[in-house]
């Protein structure tokens, strides 16, 4: 089978190292892919939002499988374009239809589908611009903190959590009036403030069937403890030590099935991944947002997890399999801390010069912000690379990948050092 994976981050790179080990994998291409992706398949200088050029290389290179890693695409419907093509409809893709998409495409959307199948989540409302007094008054009337979420696509930067009622309808004013996120702020979620602890949920379903993958916890905050500016993601542990049975039963009775169960419900043609961002309160979970694919850097915390044949499950749920696929998951847990250039997640520099990669052993390195030049590493990014670990637990996992990121260098590195640290 050859594949296609579109996609450049660190994700991708997870995806590509999996999906290289199968089988019935004879040709891999990553687009654009990265430095990491290069060493295990061939990377095609195509963006994943340029239909054109992507239907180009499923003809070119005999694609039978695509996969999406991330969301832009799937939002504007790369699914519904391939399908739709006489020439590539008998091409599988691993990724939703677009208007499946819009749980993440469309904060609206995701809220509306909760509250239609009585999933939970947070009190909330939407408002537009001309709404702009009416959504000061919601504010007034319900207690900080408040949460502002951009309906829209921004880049993870559309959320905002402030304490202030005066702060939040200057916020407010700025997103709805100024446009601070662009269309993405056309419309705004104010929604009530969830204290909980957070941890992140997966499955693969063909929109029927579902198959549970492993789950993560993540840390966005660039500081220590948890501070500063949100970031795409500092670092992950799977599974949460947190995560009981009782809990994964609450979760799936309560969230994963009727979800599954809403997609045939809503007649949502699903087919791929589906992320849970879910927040435990007193032991209660409640969907924070729902993402259509694979998160990063928690993809590669979870997935080296699994012991199955990574191709095979994703083919299986083309081929009406996946109700009798045999998952099998490493017991041990994982760790992955994410390297960063000093300065992220606001202005940093690149090019810098990475070297003692060759001197990891026990760990894996997922490329993102890397460039290959002349044969040398160097930066190409805020999140550089990810360094993920198996261990006994996660304590044992978080040791070994600290271990390995002393052997790596570049200029003005910076990494967390206390992933895991609440738990």
């Known amino acids: 089978m050859n594949v296609l994976i579109l996609g450049s981050g660190g994700r991708e790179h997870c995806f590509a190292e999996l999906i290289s080990e199968s089988k019935n994998c004879d040709k891999l291409f990553v ?56 020439i590539m409809k008998e091409v599988k893709v691993i990724g939703p239809k677009q208007r499946a998409a819009q749980l993440e495409g469309s904060k609206d959307f995701a809220k509306d589908f909760l509250n239609r199948h009585n999933i939970p989540t947070a009190k909330h409302k939407t408002f537009t611009s ?19 979420k951009a309906d829209g696509l921004a880049a993870g930067k559309g959320v905002l959590i402030i304490d202030n009622a005066n702060q939040a309808k200057d916020e407010l004013y ?22 909980g602890i957070e941890l992140s949920c997966f499955v693969l379903t063909d929109g029927k069937n579902y198959k549970i993958l492993p789950s993560a916890k993540d840390y966005k905050r ?31 009775k309560r969230i994963i099935y ?13 087919i791929g991944f589906l992320f849970f961002g879910l927040i435990l309160v007193s032991g209660d979970p409640y969907v924070i947002e729902y993402n259509v694919r694979m998160g990063d850097p928690e993809t590669q915390v979870v997935l080296p997890r699994i012991n199955s044949d990574f191709l095979e499950l994703l083919n299986s749920i083309h ?29 940093y520099e690149k090019n810098k010069l990475i070297k003692g990669l060759d001197k990891v052993k026990k760990s894996k390195v997922y490329h993102a912000g890397v460039l290959k030049e002349k044969g040398l590493l160097k930066t190409n990014g805020g999140r550089v690379l990810a360094v993920t670990s198996l261990g006994e637990d996660v304590n044992r996992a978080l040791e070994t990948s600290y271990r390995s990121i002393t052997k790596i260098i570049f200029k003005n590195q910076y990494y967390r050092k206390d992933i895991g640290f609440d738990l």
Do not use: W
Not at 130 to 148: M, R
Not at 258 to 270: A, H, M, Q, R, V
């Open 31 to 86: 687009a654009p892919g990265n430095s990491g992706t290069g060493l295990i398949a061939e990377n095609l200088d195509i963006s994943p939002l340029d239909f054109d050029l992507v239907k180009g290389a499923i003809i070119k290179h005999n694609i039978q499988l695509v996969v999406i890693g991330p969301e832009d695409p799937l939002v504007r419907g790369i699914h519904d374009f391939i399908i739709s093509d006489p």
């Open 130 to 148: 001309a709404q702009f007094e009416e959504a000061c008054e919601y504010i007034e009337n319900n207690d900080p903190p408040y949460v502002l």
């Open 174 to 195: 700025q997103m709805l009036v100024n446009s601070k996120f662009g269309a993405a702020s056309s419309s705004v979620v104010i929604e009530e403030f969830l204290d």
């Open 258 to 270: 009727p979800t599954i169960k809403g997609f045939e419900t809503d007649n949502l043609d699903y």
């Open 319 to 347: 081929t009406g399999c996946l109700s009798e696929f045999d998952l099998q998951v490493n017991e041990n847990s994982a760790a992955t801390v994410v390297m960063v250039s000093g300065g992220y997640p606001e202005i």
């Open 222 to 252: 660039i500081g220590e403890g948890d501070t500063g500016l949100n970031t795409g993601g500092m670092g992950a542990i799977s599974p949460p030590p947190f995560l009981t049975s009782i809990i994964k039963d609450k979760i799936e």
